[in-house]
């Protein structure tokens, strides 16, 4: 080899190399003709947004387009550094410290999903980095002091609430129940929505959250009765929502969910089994019919190019085919996470690749390059800023424009699910409040479903066969009573009544009257007056009933008082009258205790309309989502208790102390007051039924008929047994003695005092025993007559046999003696002991004595030997002591 060869070896060696050395460089440090940008994408994580599967293949297409246009970046090309984050903040962190602390220098980040966003975006200031966003939607994001250097290209989560409040009014609701998902990124947007639902006077019924499982959140939702709902979760999350919104029965033609728009149209038919959801794909289906979805527009709606000289329909075709060839089954609308948002990602690049190009125009004329930038330079980063912010062009998402916030400028689509595919409903224009609507819709049952569940209120009221029944009862009852005052007026003359008082017994069924009536006004209720009407009824209630009951009570009570005064205090004068004057005194005093009472209860404390509410009932016959609210009117006042106890205890007070004059007057007959005792017994009914009807009265009283017909039964019950016990008895004397000659007989309770009434029982008794000693010697008497018949007729045989005393023969023997015992009785003392001894034989004698007085029209001789008339009473004493009976 000559020298020459020699040297021109070396010489291209050297060339060799040295071009190989720069080359390592450039490699190192990145070629001058590159603009480097980072780009942190999820993709493999379990939870959260997985939007990366499509972003990723859609920001390599546009970095294909933005390379290949000569006109953008000239002399540059754009490279793109990428990694997973998963969707975890901390992972996407790493990935952005990877990114930056590694050559080569990155110019800008790209991030998904709005929790690693919110991470990235705060730190990325420290090193004047610009981070643009294609997939984060978090409202928290638009906060400038705390995010001054971010962009997105995906709209805020907020876009969303001016899109549902408008509907809410379209369709009339004003009642709504939020779910979420406890993330920031739903935390924001709901305190956005809350926000515009108090402007709006939308009622927020209750805000359920949940981390991971949504049961008990969901329901919650159901026992608050919530029928619209605001669902603000990430796709995995809303499966496990759609899952328990079918096992509570939240769907349907009662209910409306609003769910975010950006989940792929089949997202309720995936992953159920790798995410352990335990409803079916067709449960799912079910459930997730007639669901409204609102989505910020993420594809250009028009057939026009874009920038990229393509328009939507191509783009989509495009990246179709890209995701078919890294393995996604898009044939069989199989879609990758983050499909919707793929054009997002594809129009952040174009936004990078014409910021970097006005950018470098800028810096041209200063005579700086973009390759210059460090992250120490806030120069030229407040020229990409710039660039950034004033960047617009139309993309395949639509018109791509930043906000003062940097959030994306954009019109809401609205959709609903319609036999398992979206639909779309209309757009809205938030900046202009315009709302297209295709009137497309469908409701399940055929019209708009309600916010809230229907609430009748219906008014609890008497039965109207039963209040006629009472009122003709009280009809019936007043007409007796008039009837009867009446028969009082006319018959005042006669004794009977005279002697009852026939003043107090009028006041009485004057009161009865006035009792009767308020059981009218006791039905009375909102169906026959109005509410502004119904406080009076209340008034008139208490007024009459009370009065009517001290006007009938107080009559019989002062009337059994005065009884019991007169068994107290006039036993000295039996026959002092009843002073009328007293009796009234006392029910014009007790009436006065009523007014005083129910006139301060009036002016201070009066009655008013108070509703009960009852628990819903359903409707008996309807399919509309009614429920039944039964209320019940009452007559109340702010300090209600107060006033019936102060009624109760006085009214009370005066039942029991007549209880007990009835009681001890219970066997007193004063002739003064001829009915005492029919009145005690009234006393005792009426105390009896107004102890049981006031407590019960009370516990009954939300059951309007029970209430009702228990009290109007003890009012009418105390009228007609009250107007029965003291009216029949004196009804029945006028009628079988028109003539008051023959009143002595009636009068019950004339004439005696307790004690003659124990000398009475005392002398009955006596004469029991008496009669039953005249019946013992009546038959003994019997007896002796009987044997004196006998001893006659014996007599009588042996005259017959002899001739005398002196006779022979078997009778001689009989003769002498009897002559013989005959002269032993010849004064009045001997005879006296002859019949006092009890001696047969000497009775034989005796009679024979007196037969043969009898004979002689004398009793003054015996045997032949006269006697002074005295023998005549000794006989009539002896005869009287043996017989015990008079001897004439």
Known sequence: MTCDGILTFWIYFFLILSVLLNEFRLIKAGRPNELHIGGIFPIAGKGGWQGGQACMPAARLALDDVNKETNLLPGFRLILHSNDSECEPGLGASVMYNLLYNKPQKLMLLAGCSTVCTTVAEAAKMWNLIVLCYGASSPALSDRSRFPTLFRTHPSATVHNPTRIKLMKKFGWSRIAILQQAEEVFISTVEDLEERCMEASIEIVTRQSFLSDPTDAVRNLRRQDARIIVGLFYVVAARRVLCEMFKQQLYGRAHVWFFIGWYEDNWYEVNLGNEGITCTVEQMRMAAEGHLTTEALMWNQNNQTTISGMTAEEFRLRLNHALIEEGYDINHDRYPEGYQEAPLAYDAVWSVALAFNKTMERLKRRNKSLKEFTYNDKDIADEIYAAMNSTQFLGVSGVVAFSSQGDRIALTQIEQMINGRYEKLGYYDTQL???????????????????RTIVRRVLRTVSLPLFVCMCTISCCGILVALALIIFNIWHKHRRVIQSSHPVCNTIMLFGVIICLISVILLGIDGRFVSSDEYPKICQARAWLLSTGFTLAYGAMFSKVWRVHRFTTKAKTDPKKKVEPWKLYTMVTGLLSVDLIILTAWQIIDPLQRILETFPLEDPISTTDDIKIRPELEHCESSQNSVWLGLVYGYKGLILVFGLFLAYETRSIKVKQINDSRYVGMSIYNVVVLCLITAPVGMVIASQQDASFVFVALAVIFCCFLSMLLIFV?????????????????????????KEDEERYQKLVTENEELERLIAQKEEKIRLLRQRVAERESQMKASEANGSGINAVGPSSGHTVATATTTMSYNTPAAITTAITQDNYTNLELIWILLRRSLHANTLHVINGTSYPQTVEPTLKIALTVWLGIDAM
């Not at 315009?434 to 019209?447: A, V, Y």
């Not at 008895?729 to 005092?753: F, L, Q």
């Open 433 to 451: 409040d315009n709302l297209t609507w295709l009137n497309m819709e469908q409701w399940i049952g055929g019209k708009v479903p309600q916010d």
């Open 729 to 753: 008895p004196k009804v029945i004397e006028i009628i079988r003695h028109p003539k008051d000659k023959a009143e002595s007989k009636y009068n019950p309770d004339s004439g005696i005092s």
